[in-house]
Every structure is written in structure tokens, then in C-alpha cells.
């Protein structure tokens, strides 16, 4: 990893250092359209927590691999071969059959939906800001992904779809809970959502799903790869406290979220960073940050 230490290798996922205290996470199974499987849950899970923890890094972009598609979403075929959707046939399959107890078929398949829910939800829970490039087909477990992510920016050929009610369920890993508290406008979530109809770039910026639309996905990436360069010049400890507290106050009350950040203040203002970024203005110099 930059700054020293080893960087792990992932089977379905290409991560990189581009520049000082930059990660950029590719998921590389350009072949399939960059669909999930199930080892690949578990492994973006290991790539975001590790990526938390380290010290030099302090902002991830997140791409898909090839020219084609952000993510498809779920590998249906290989889904329905093993994992959770195999569960489910199997069950179904069975019927009232005196072998199948009900309760216990949905004990496993609870606890299977809860771990995936938990692998997308490291991104979320990374303390380092995320941002999410997105390009070409972005559908199902895409949607799900990138709100979890804390900017998104868009190649204007990214066709969008919350695909799950075509394969018969409901999106089930995060975008129900995600999607209305990132675009505010909870009919417009409930049309794409219960349709499945395509959306596409603009609508997606119009309705405040993406920050930018840029022309292609190499300038979507490089812009994205900007973002985070600037964010990473910034005191990491005022970064990652800024992300934990809005993200705190999304799911609570105003008095709740000033509550908690003043207790968060009352040990981040003892930080030597507050001292280094105002005398840096002073000085009219870049300031430099310890890792943390």
C-alpha cells in the first residue's frame, strides 16, 4: 500500500495509488460487466475496511473496469447457482414438504441478506471520503453501491436502473434506505424503484443523484481522481470528522447531530492540525498533515 506497507490482491478488484494518499478501487470483471458475484461481496468488504484503517490513505474513487458498464449488478446465472438466491429456489422448490421448516429456511436466508448488506455497507462505514465514478450501465446492485458512496459523478452515457423488481424482489442491500435521503424526493424514488425504468444522466444530476455529468468515463475519472486529491491536501482529521458527523445527523435530530459534534469537537479541536491549517492561510503555504 502507498506509504510503505503491502498492498493486499484481490481476485475481482484492481486497487491502486495514484497519487499521495489516493486509493482508486476498480472492479475489474469487465467481461461480465462488471457483475457481482459472490466472493466479490465479501471482497470489497476486506478492500473498504482495510482502506479505512490505513494511514496514507485519506480519499477512494471507486470505477468499473472497461467501457461497457459501471456494474450490471447481481450475476443472476451464477446467483441462482449458489448464495442466497439458490437458497431461496431450493425453498421454493420444496414447497410445504414435511423436510422444509419454514422458519429455519428464513433464518439462513435473513442471515445471508445481512451479511451482503453488511459488505456494501463498509463503504458507507470507510472513514475516508468515497467517491463513486460511474459510467455506462449502472443497474441493481450499482444503485445500491453508490449510495453508499459520499459523492457521485457520471459519465453522460450512464444508463441507471433499480432493477430488482424484474428478477422478482425487492432491492434488499441498501438503496430502499439510501436512495430517498440522497436525492430528497421520495416520489421520484418510489417511480424508479417500483418501474424499473431506465434514467439517465441528466435526470440523474436534475434530480440531485450525481454531483456532475462529464463527457465521457475517462474525464469522469479524472475528474474524480481531482476531487480526490483535494480532498486529500485537507487535515484528515477534520475530513473524517466531517464525514462521521453528516453522515450522524442524516439519520438523526438537528439537536441530536449538534449534540454529538460538539462532544466530536471537544477532542478533534485539540488536534495540532487546527494550528498548522490557520497558519498555513497566514503564511500562504501548503500545509502538511500528520497520517492518522
Request: hydrophobic share 40%; proline share 3%.
Amino acid at each position: 500500500m502507498a506509504g510503505g506497507s503491502s498492498t493486499p490482491s484481490y481476485k475481482h478488484f484492481n486497487v491502486t495509488f495514484p497519487q499521495q494518499y489516493v486509493a482508486h478501487v476498480e472492479i475489474s470483471r469487465a467481461n461480465k460487466l462488471n457483475s457481482f458475484v459472490e466472493a466479490m461481496w465479501r471482497e470489497i468488504r476486506d478492500i473498504f475496511q482495510t482502506l479505512s484503517y490505513s494511514p496514507a490513505v485519506r480519499a477512494i474513487v471507486l470505477t468499473g473496469a472497461g467501457p461497457k458498464a459501471f456494474t450490471t449488478g447481481l450475476d443472476v446465472q451464477a446467483a441462482f447457482q449458489s448464495g442466497v438466491l439458490a437458497q431461496v429456489s431450493s425453498s421454493s422448490s420444496a414447497g410445504h414438504s414435511a423436510q422444509l421448516d419454514g422458519a429455519r429456511a428464513a433464518t439462513q436466508i435473513r442471515r445471508s441478506i445481512a451479511d451482503f448488506q453488511d459488505c456494501l455497507s463498509a463503504v458507507e462505514r470507510c472513514e475516508k471520503p468515497v467517491i463513486c465514478v460511474m459510467h455506462g450501465y449502472t443497474l441493481g446492485l450499482g444503485i445500491d453501491l453508490s449510495t453508499c458512496a459520499d459523492v457521485r459523478i457520471c459519465a453522460r452515457d450512464t444508463r441507471f436502473s433499480v432493477k430488482e423488481v424484474d428478477i422478482g424482489i425487492a432491492a434488499d442491500v441498501g438503496t430502499l434506505s439510501r436512495l430517498p435521503k440522497v436525492v430528497g424526493n421520495f416520489g421520484w424514488v418510489k417511480e424508479v424503484c417500483l418501474s424499473a425504468r431506465m434514467f439517465g444522466a441528466e435526470e440523474a444530476l436534475r434530480i440531485g443523484f450525481v454531483n456532475s455529468v462529464l463527457g465521457s468515463k475517462e474525464e469522469a475519472v479524472t475528474e474524480g481522481l481531482k476531487m480526490a486529491g483535494a480532498i486529500a491536501e485537507k487535515s484528515p482529521v477534520a475530513v473524517q470528522g466531517t464525514k462521521e458527523l453528516l453522515n450522524w445527523s442524516r439519520d438523526h435530530t438537528v439537536a441530536d447531530g449538534l449534540r454529538y459534534t460538539g462532544i466530536w469537537n471537544s477532542a478533534a479541536l485539540q488536534s495540532n492540525d487546527v494550528s498548522a491549517a490557520m497558519l498555513s492561510g497566514v503564511q500562504k503555504k501548503m500545509p502538511r498533515f500528520e497520517k492518522l
